[in-house]
């Protein structure tokens, strides 16, 4: 009883500062996104700020080490009926204090397996992560709408001479994935990174501030910088 007046005494702090932050920036109703925001807080005890559309299946494996949100901000293909699904039958660890999904997304991790977003960065809206292995994202990564990060290739071929391959993806610190982009099992991007528009990514590219790109994916060109 005494852990939940606490947080009820926080609530009531915080709330002000979440209007001021979200005011004139969401299409949402601030009242209906605080309910949720309460909801989650007192019942599943996770810092999650979201849209009316957002469906988590397994939040009991969502690990969030600051705030999560949801399909809040405004951006212009996003419409107030897009859906957000969470699946998650293994772990989503988001070490960051602050992190952004946009609407649309689809995600899925499925059991024993792992998804795990470093500190900062951001996904944009109606990108699909569909998760059998692992995806390690490193910090300050942004990736663009309409991305498709697969590892697995969920049906069996075999054939003579074929070399198994790693089907974790690792990306970088600080890495741009461009829209459109397909990321596929055992790719791994290095630090500080660019990934062209609608590239097909598989592969170890191991050379730090690249740009990648084409289909396949290759190397483009070396000693770039974004911010």
């Not at 998804?115 to 300050?140: D, K």
């Not at 069996?156 to 397909?182: D, L, M, P, R, T």
């Amino acid at each position: 009883m005494k852990s939940i007046l606490l947080k009820i005494k926080w609530l009531i702090k915080v709330l002000p500062k979440l209007y001021k932050k979200y005011h004139g920036k969401t299409d949402e109703k601030l009242f209906n996104v605080f309910i949720r925001f309460v909801y989650y807080q007192l019942v599943k005890n996770k810092y999650v700020l979201a849209h009316k559309n957002l469906k988590i299946s397994g939040i009991e494996n969502l690990e969030v080490n600051g705030s999560l949100e949801i399909g809040l901000l405004k951006f212009g293909i996003y419409h107030p009926s897009d859906v957000t699904f969470i699946n998650l039958e293994g772990k989503l660890d988001i070490k960051s204090s602050h992190y952004s999904i946009g609407r649309g997304c689809r995600i899925h991790v499925g059991k024993n397996a792992t998804l795990e977003i470093g500190e900062g960065g951001h996904i944009m809206g109606y990108s699909n992560f569909i998760i059998s292995n692992r995806l390690v994202i490193g910090n300050e990564c942004a990736i663009a709408w309409n991305c498709q990060f697969l590892d697995s290739d969920h049906q069996f071929i075999n054939y003579e001479g074929k070399k198994e391959k790693a089907e974790e993806i690792i990306i970088g610190n600080h890495v741009w994935i461009g829209n459109g982009a397909q990321i596929y099992k055992g790719t791994k991007i290095a630090d500080g990174c660019v990934v062209a528009s609608n590239s097909v990514v598989r592969g170890i590219f191991s050379i730090p501030n690249s740009i990648i790109g084409g289909n396949p994916a290759r190397l483009i060109k070396e000693n770039v910088t974004w911010n």
